[in-house]
């Protein structure tokens, strides 16, 4: 599962560079950013629900 979550938050970030790098693709970077911020939320609930 973290596997996972690591691998989307390394996608998400390099979307984010892309559409920051790119002036025409800066909704790319604030797409990238929501689902970065998303994924660690996502991970953190998994994580607490674990522990349970």
């Known amino acids: 599962m973290w596997t996972v979550l690591i691998i989307l938050?390394?996608?998400w970030a390099v979307l984010s560079?892309?559409?920051?790098a790119i002036k025409?693709?800066?909704?790319l970077a604030v797409?990238?950013?929501i689902?970065?911020?998303g994924t660690i939320i996502f991970g953190m609930i998994r994580n607490?629900?674990?522990k349970r």
């Not at 025409?24 to 909704?27: F, P, Q, Y």
């Open 31 to 33: 797409i990238g950013i």
């Open 17 to 20: 560079v892309v559409g920051f």
């Open 48 to 50: 607490r629900a674990r």
């Open 35 to 37: 689902l970065f911020v």
């Open 9 to 11: 938050l390394v996608v």
């Open 24 to 27: 025409g693709l800066l909704w």
